[in-house]
């Protein structure tokens, strides 16, 4: 009889073992899966919240820039609107424009180009321009347009290049 009984108990001890394993494993493997969907549905959800977030800030960094070429396309507008550069000493023209890239510090250099494309005054000095007759920002501006180009990179930074009609004070177009 001891035989049995400690046949009964091992066998008891067996069942009740793999019945504490059963158990173990249908209560974790619902939360492992719970766990891992929530993982997958909530990496999907942070991808697109980044996505919308980087769109956003897209949209605002673009509106910001639109609002600063404007604005410095009018500045540059209404100086040479208000001053007769044609007119005046080449030197006097260089040490204004020179002023206002000082001034301004999102504007690197200002040409005047006269009508033809030959430079006239820069900040940079005309001996480093060349004829730009032929550049499509020249020709948008004789036409009477602004032009406002693609962004491009020089050195390690970004350039935008901003072409106006060059006017004298009684509205006669002198160039770019």
Known sequence: MVFLENRINVFNGKIKHQLIRILLLISII?????????YIYGSKEIKNNITDSNLHLTISLSSQVDDLVKSTGNMIYNLVKTQDFYN??????????????????????????????????????????SNAGEEEWFKKALDGERYVSD???????????LSIPWKDPLGAQKGV
Do not use: A, C, D
């Not at 619902?30 to 929530?38: M, V």
């Open 30 to 38: 619902p939360i492992i899966l719970t766990g891992y969907l929530n």
């Open 88 to 129: 005046m000493n080449k030197s006097q023209g260089e040490v204004i424009l020179s002023s206002i890239t000082k001034e301004v510090g999102n504007i690197l250099s200002i040409h005047l180009f006269e009508s033809n494309g030959e430079p006239y005054i820069s900040t940079i000095g005309v001996n480093k321009l």
């Open 151 to 161: 962004s491009h990179m020089e050195g390690r930074l970004p350039v935008v290049v």
